[in-house]
């Protein structure tokens, strides 16, 4: 803390001495904080306003800001998400969650809470954020769907009718390819490649078919690259719906274009149908007041149970790095009934997945356990940043040197991890509370687990 004399907030302080149930005073105080930057003394007088009067949602709110800007996400999290729980939450409160839900990568979120945000008080536009999400402030809802529909279709060169096809991939890569998660393989294969591949045998003891895979945990350990990995196990297609695809659908015709996905899924089968970040697509529905997002919900949730048309060959994997955003609906049988954790990998995992991103390259004398040793809490892709940092400083080298090319040595690689933090860690600090807090029913035992080790 500052030396009374040159403390520019000293005075209020002084003041608040003598009369502490002053909260006009204190607000001042604690605004006054927060506008020089003194972010935990502004919590602090934050947090003692919110014990003077625990139902202010205006209070709620300036706490929830005062973390937001010093960078404490998850905390201003969870106290906007209470916020917005309840019926005619603040405009305000919606334009920070929005702006938190872009800190997270959760576009298709933000845009429904700015959306929302614009409906209760058009006054809360913002400009920066109009441009970043893509919201007009000033033209119905309506129009500036179509217009913004519009200018995605032609983007991608399809019809002018709106149909359109996301690319079929016939993945390469096999299980064998992918390090470590020898559990996670396995429930795969018995709960969604054997029933694909022997129908007759589950239907005999009565088990129904169907029912997908939602996988979550930090970024970067796998969970995309085994979904790939699992449509090149069976030799079936792949077809994967990312954050882009959900945002085109977010802004128009989204039931329809939904259908249309699961359709190609449908007509290509056997094909795996994987929904990247599907927090962005089935998140809350608390937390998407907005119609349309409601309609998409139930949408994909119909096209899941596959009612109306079968979805025989057709198996649906999901990925989120935040299933607390996703809703329980989707949880029900029949539609993502295994929510599966993807820890990172351990030290076997790791000496797999750095011996499998060093084949076909030039390597000498590396000692992968030692390694793994070396790499507690670091994902797949942190290894594979490694190893693309060790081949960078090799062919400087090379080239410098000239002669032919050096081949990567262990030391190149230990080198490399001094220069590369692992990345799993912020993950799991927000994880952390929903693990204690809101863990529904046991989800995130698996979560907690890991945390006590
Ligand atoms: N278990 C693994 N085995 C091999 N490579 C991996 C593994 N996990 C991650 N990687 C590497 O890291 C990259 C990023 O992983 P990804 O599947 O996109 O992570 P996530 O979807 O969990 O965020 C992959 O493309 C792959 O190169
Ligand atoms: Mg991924």
Sequence with gaps: MMPAESDPVAPLRAALAVSPDNLPLRRHLADTLLSLSRYDEAVDEFRKLLEASPSSRDIQLALANAFYQSGRASEAAVILESLLDKPNPPAAACVLYARLAIGEGRIADAVARYKQALEIDPDVADEELSTRLGVLPNQS???QDDELFEGRVRHRGAGADGDFETELERPKVRFENVGGMDQLKEEIRVKVI?????????????KTIGGGIMMYGPPGCGKTFLARATAGEINAGFLSIGINDVLDMWMGNSEKRLHQIFQQARDNAPCVLFFDEVDALGGKRSDMQSGTARQLINQFLAELDGAEYSNEGVLVLAATNAPWHVDPAFRRPGRFDRVLFVPPPDEPARADILRLHCQGKPTRDIDYNLLAKKTPKY???????ILDLAIEAKLTESIKKGGPPQPILGKDL???????????QEWFSSARNYALYANQGGLYDDVLKWLDK
Excluded: C, F, N, V
Aim: glycine share 6%.
């Design 194 to 206: 054997y029933p694909m591949e022997h129908p007759e045998i589950y239907q005999a003891y009565g």
């Design 414 to 424: 230990l080198q490399a991890i001094k220069s590369h933090r692992p990345t799993t």
């Design 141 to 143: 809802y309506q129009e």
């Design 379 to 385: 994902s797949g892709a942190d290894l594979k940043a």
